[in-house]
């Protein structure tokens, strides 16, 4: 069983930035697929970014197409701990952000059935 907590959220103005950690704990954190996701109030739970395993070529991400360039995610499996770097932050990414994890390696990362694992949320607010 992995427990999975995020921290680093906050209230941040227009244009600022965050970066939330999500730790892991309970399992082999470097088998684990990471994403994270956010949900905004009266909205469904949407897909931020993922990684993968570690690989040949090391980790490979993934965005969703509207915050490419904005968003980073990243891992560091010797603190088993996955990042999220938001720059450049909007109103419109206020929202509760999780982290997941699954054991698994299918290349469908936006899926929210397929995550196994969840933390409990940190909340982001950004103020206009």
């Known amino acids: 069983q992995v427990q999975l907590v995020e921290s680093g959220g906050g209230l941040v103005q227009t244009g600022g930035s965050l970066r939330l950690s999500c730790a892991a704990s309970g399992g082999t954190f470097s088998n684990y697929r990471m994403g994270w996701f956010r949900q905004a109030p009266g909205k469904e739970r949407e897909f931020v970014a993922g990684?993968?395993?570690?690989?040949?070529?090391?980790?490979?991400?993934y965005y969703a197409d509207s915050l490419k360039g904005r968003f980073t995610i990243s891992r560091d499996n010797a603190k088993n701990t996955v990042y999220l770097q938001m720059n450049s932050l909007k109103p419109e990414d206020t929202a509760v952000y999780y982290c997941?994890?699954?054991?698994?390696?299918?290349?469908?990362?936006?899926?929210?059935?397929?995550?196994?694992?969840w933390g409990q949320g940190t909340q982001v607010t950004v103020s206009s």
């Open positions: 990684i993968s395993q570690s690989g040949f070529s090391g980790f490979r991400t």
């Open positions: 997941a994890a699954r054991n698994d390696y299918s290349s469908d990362y936006e899926n929210v059935v397929l995550y196994d694992y």
